[in-house]
C-alpha cells in the first residue's frame, strides 16, 4: 500500500495523469464543442490563454519572491535560469501536444478547418509574456504594476487574435521579441542585485 | 584545508582583508545590521561586489561548488511553516534537490519543545521564537559545513533554548566554517573564534580570545576607533603612559571583552 502511495506522490506520475486526463477531456470538449457549433480553435485559445497568464504570474513570482530564498539556499542563478527554460519549454511542449491532439480529434470527427497562423502565434505569445514576466521581477517592478502590464497586454492580445488577421512576420516578430528576452533575461539575471 | 579569502571587500565605509582556514567560527557584527547583511550576502557569493571573496582560490560568486557546500540562513525570517518532517523532506528534495535528515530534525524539535512554541490565532502559525528555532533545527537537518547565519539567536530569552542553539551552531565538529551575523554578541561569549566588527570608522577582526577593546569617552588621542558614540570604542592599543595621561585628565575609560561593546553606545 505504501508503495503504491509513494508511486503516485511522485512527480513524474502526478504530470502524466494530468496529462492524460487533459486528453480524456479534450476529448468530451470536442463532442460538447461541436454539439454548440462553437468555433474550432476556442480550447487552443483557452490552453495558451491560461497557460500565458500563469506562466507571466509563475516567473515574475519567481525572480521578485523566491530568487533570493533559492539563492540562498544553495541554487546558483545559472542553475535557477536554466531550469526555469527547460520547465518552461516542458510546459510549452506539452501544451502543444495537446492541441495537435485537439486538432487532430477535432478533423477526424467534425472535419473542420482551423486558422494556423493564429494557433502558432498563441505559443509563441505565451513564451513572450513569460519572459517578459522573468524580467519584470528582476527588475522589482512593483506588483500592481506588472498585474496592470499583463492586463493591458493580455487585453492586446486577445483584440489581436480575435479581431485582427495575423501575418506570418507577426509571428517572426514576437518570436524575436522572445529570442532578444532570453539573452536580456540571462544578462540581468547573472548581474543583478538581490 | 578548505580556505575562505577575502581581499578589499568594501562595506560601510572601510575595506576588509582576511583569509579564514577551517574549522572556524566568525562572529560579525555592527551597530547598523544592514552592514552585517551586506557582508554576509557578499560572502554567501549572492551578488557581485567590488572586492574579491575566494573559497579555495575560485570566485564565490554563482560559484556552484561553492553553493552546494554552504547555506545562508536569516533566523529572523519565516522559512518553514510546518513541522511535518515527510512533506519538509519532500519539498525540499523536490524544489532544491538537497538531502534532509529528517531523524536529527525529528530529535531537535523534541529536544527544544518547539511544538510548544506556537500560536493559534486565526490560524496556526509560530512564535518568534519558535521561527528561530524551528530555523535552526531546519539548517541542523540540511547539514551543509559552511553556515552564514543571520540573526542566530533572535527572539530566544530563556537558557534553555539560547543554549542549545549556540552550541550547535558553535560545533566545529559538524560545519568546517560558520559565519554568524550577531545581533547579540553576550550569548556567544567564549565560543567565537573571530569577531569581525564593522564600525563606521573602520573594520577590523578580533581574536576575543587574545585581544581586549577599550571604551574611552571623549576623542582626542583616540587610535584605531571602531565605534563612535558618547562613548568611543577602540581597540586596547594604549600603553600604561596613555591611561596614566586619561587617569590625571580623569576621563573615563574601561578595558572590556568584545562581547561587552553593546552596552557601549
Not at chain 2, 169 to 186: I, P, Q, W
Request: proline share 2%; aromatic share 14%; with cysteine.
Amino acid at each position: 500500500m505504501n508503495k503504491i502511495k509513494t508511486f503516485f506522490d511522485r512527480y513524474v506520475v502526478i504530470l502524466v495523469l494530468y496529462f492524460l486526463l487533459a486528453l480524456v477531456l479534450i476529448l468530451f470538449s470536442v463532442l460538447f464543442l461541436d454539439d454548440i457549433k462553437a468555433p474550432s480553435n476556442m480550447l487552443i485559445y483557452n490552453i495558451f490563454g491560461t497557460l500565458a497568464l500563469l506562466g507571466y504570474w509563475q516567473s515574475y513570482q519567481l525572480t521578485s519572491k523566491k530568487l533570493r530564498w533559492s539563492l540562498a539556499i544553495g541554487k546558483t542563478r545559472r542553475q535557477i535560469y536554466n531550469r526555469y527554460l527547460k520547465r518552461l519549454a516542458l510546459s510549452l511542449g506539452l501544451s502543444s501536444l495537446l492541441v495537435v491532439y485537439y486538432i487532430f480529434v477535432f478533423k477526424w470527427y467534425v472535419n473542420r478547418s482551423f486558422d494556423y497562423s493564429n494557433i502558432i502565434f498563441l505559443p509563441i505569445v505565451t513564451l513572450f509574456l513569460s519572459l517578459l514576466g522573468f524580467l519584470e521581477g528582476l527588475l522589482r517592478l512593483n506588483s500592481k504594476v506588472a498585474l496592470l502590464v499583463l492586463i493591458l497586454l493580455f487585453g492586446g492580445v486577445i483584440a489581436i487574435v480575435l479581431l485582427l488577421p495575423i501575418p506570418y512576420y507577426g509571428n517572426l516578430v514576437v518570436l524575436a521579441g522572445a529570442g532578444l528576452l532570453v539573452f536580456v533575461n540571462r544578462f540581468v539575471m547573472l548581474r543583478i542585485k538581490v | 584545508m578548505d580556505t575562505v579569502a577575502i581581499n578589499n571587500l568594501i562595506v560601510g565605509k572601510s575595506a576588509i582583508s582576511a583569509v579564514f582556514n577551517e574549522p572556524l567560527v566568525v562572529g560579525v557584527y555592527a551597530r547598523n545590521y544592514r552592514l552585517v547583511d551586506e557582508f554576509l550576502d557578499a560572502l554567501a557569493g549572492l551578488n557581485p561586489t567590488q572586492g574579491k571573496i575566494t573559497y579555495n582560490n575560485e570566485d564565490v560568486f554563482d560559484n556552484a561548488n561553492y553553493f552546494q557546500k554552504r547555506l545562508l540562513f536569516n533566523f529572523a525570517k519565516p522559512c518553514v511553516s510546518t513541522l511535518r518532517t515527510n512533506y519538509l523532506k519532500d519539498q525540499i528534495a523536490t524544489n532544491w534537490e538537497l538531502t534532509f535528515d529528517e531523524n536529527k530534525f525529528k530529535k531537535l524539535v523534541k529536544e527544544l519543545s518547539i511544538r510548544s512554541e506556537v500560536s493559534i490565532d486565526y490560524h496556526y502559525c509560530f512564535t518568534k521564537a519558535g521561527n528561530t528555532l524551528t530555523n535552526y533545527a531546519t539548517v541542523k537537518a540540511l547539514d551543509k559545513s559552511l553556515l552564514l547565519i543571520k540573526n542566530p539567536t533572535v527572539h530566544l530569552n530563556s537558557f534553555e533554548q539560547i543554549d542549545p542553539v549556540v552550541s550547535g551552531l558553535t560545533d566545529k565538529n559538524a560545519s568546517s566554517f560558520v559565519f554568524l551575523g550577531m545581533e547579540n554578541l553576550k550569548n556567544f561569549a567564549g565560543k567565537l573564534d573571530y569577531v569581525i566588527l564593522i564600525g563606521n570608522e573602520q573594520t577590523v577582526i578580533v581574536n576575543p580570545k587574545l585581544e581586549k577593546m577599550m571604551a574611552v569617552s571623549g576623542e582626542e588621542n583616540l587610535q584605531e576607533v571602531v565605534f563612535r558614540g558618547e562613548v568611543n570604542i577602540t581597540r586596547d592599543v594604549y600603553d600604561k603612559a596613555v591611561t596614566r595621561l586619561w587617569d590625571k585628565q580623569k576621563r573615563s575609560y574601561q578595558r572590556i571583552s568584545v562581547f561587552d561593546i553593546e552596552v557601549f553606545r
